[in-house]
């Protein structure tokens, strides 16, 4: 469980259990939400009606989201436990390319209600149709790719690393975890990291000397003018990096970039989520990828529901037509 220190409200932990009582307000919050007309996620009025209903989270979790959004620590990652589903609720797992979720069910409505109070959910038009509510899910035909619908190991990533206006936070709600149970996101976070590199390295990483490429889940996407790998304060910088599309334009950049992705490597941790379980990252200190599995295409598939948050819609607004949260 997640530790809040009472006078000052900081986080002290990175994991929250709910109780019987609060999975049970959490499920009646979202049933109510479930019948909500239109009764469809991507629906303007509909998302007006959960922003609202955001505020109606069970206290300590609402009280949790807040620490992490405040300070995400020194994982820059949240495990909530006990969310009010489980596998018997579920239907098959999708296997079909470009798979979102349109209507609304409880797992979804769970996942827009968390993100919405971390900030506001958003979408890119150019992935997945741009759907609030996206599936991550094993597709035949795709198992050896470096995406979201493949099941060999991912190279660790921030989520869109190309865009101007990534997600500041990613939150991946398990539906259902592979047939083992032990498929895991992998995690590894730069304040854990930093400490490790030489100063040498810290300036090559902080210069424009890598580009970025969109990857697969993105239909159009222009790679990125030269860029740094770490942004920010030289204490607690952020880091932009995918070590899949992330290419040096220098010999001494990519030997820099070698080593930071061992000690990124060295430093990471496997998060494996159950049925009802969500972890959310902070994106801007977080790279996360994911361990092997195999997929059987037998509807028990490792499932899981992804969001994406920012903390500002105001900063993208220019990016979204009709004040729409889905970004051009």
């Excluded at 899910?137 to 099941?151: D, I, R």
């Excluded at 190991?153 to 539906?175: I, M, T």
């Amino acid at each position: 469980m997640t530790k809040l220190d009472q006078s000052t409200g900081a986080a002290q932990g990175l994991a929250l259990e709910l109780t019987d009582d609060e999975r049970a307000a959490l499920r009646e919050l979202a049933e109510e939400l479930v019948a909500a007309p239109p009764a469809l996620l991507d629906d303007l009025t509909w998302v007006a009606q959960a922003r609202r209903a955001s505020c109606r989270l069970p206290l300590r979790l609402r009280q949790t989201l807040r620490a992490f959004r405040d300070d995400a620590g020194p994982t820059g990652s949240l495990i909530l436990r006990g969310l009010p589903f489980g596998e018997d609720d579920l239907p098959d797992t999708p296997t079909v390319r470009e798979s979102v979720e349109r209507a609304t069910t409880v797992p979804a409505v769970v996942a827009v209600l968390i993100g919405l109070h971390l900030g506001e959910v958003i979408a890119y038009r150019n992935e997945k149709t741009g759907a609030l509510v996206q599936n991550v899910v094993p597709v035949p035909g795709l198992e050896g790719t470096q995406s979201n619908a493949g099941s060999v190991p991912l190279e660790f990533h921030v989520e869109n690393a190309f865009h101007p206006q990534r997600p500041d936070y990613v939150g991946l709600l398990c539906l259902r975890n592979d047939h083992a149970k032990r498929a895991g996101t992998l995690v590894t976070c730069i304040r854990q990291a930093l400490p490790l590199l030489e100063e040498t390295d810290r300036k090559v990483l902080r210069e424009p000397r890598f580009i970025t490429a969109p990857p697969p889940s993105f239909h159009h996407g222009d790679r990125t003018m030269p860029h740094a790998v770490l942004v920010g304060s030289p204490e607690d910088p952020n880091i932009c990096l995918d070590l899949n599309a992330t290419t040096a334009l220098d010999d001494e950049a990519r030997e820099v970039m070698a080593r930071l992705k061992q000690v990124l490597t060295d430093v990471s941790t496997a998060l494996v989520l159950q049925s009802g379980s969500m972890a959310i990252i902070d994106n801007r200190l977080v790279l996360h990828g994911r361990t092997e599995f195999t997929p059987r295409f037998d509807g028990r598939d490792r499932w899981l529901h992804r969001v994406y948050v920012h903390l500002d819609n105001r900063r993208t607004r220019v990016h979204r037509q009709d004040a729409r949260p889905v970004l051009n």
